[in-house]
């Protein structure tokens, strides 16, 4: 991942978990507003989206974006 982001890419990783947890209709709002953000990168598992540097992830899983 260091690669990616030294050459300037952005990363989002999706865990599967997340894909059976949140409905799709979350998922690609998360997933656009993530796009749509400025973080360099983030996770997205079945507690929500973390990025870097934050305490604790948001719980955004059950939740609009």
């Given at each position: 991942m260091t690669?990616?982001?030294d050459?300037?890419?952005?990363?989002?990783v999706v865990w599967e978990?997340?894909?059976r947890s949140?409905?799709?209709d979350n998922l690609v709002r998360i997933i656009?507003?993530?796009l749509q953000g400025a973080e360099t990168s983030?996770?997205?598992g079945t507690n929500g989206?973390?990025?870097p540097g934050e305490?604790?992830?948001r719980i955004v899983g059950k939740q609009e974006v």
């Open positions: 690669a990616i982001h050459a300037g890419w952005r990363s989002l978990c997340a894909t949140i409905c799709v656009a507003a993530w983030a996770e997205l989206l973390a990025c305490f604790k992830p």
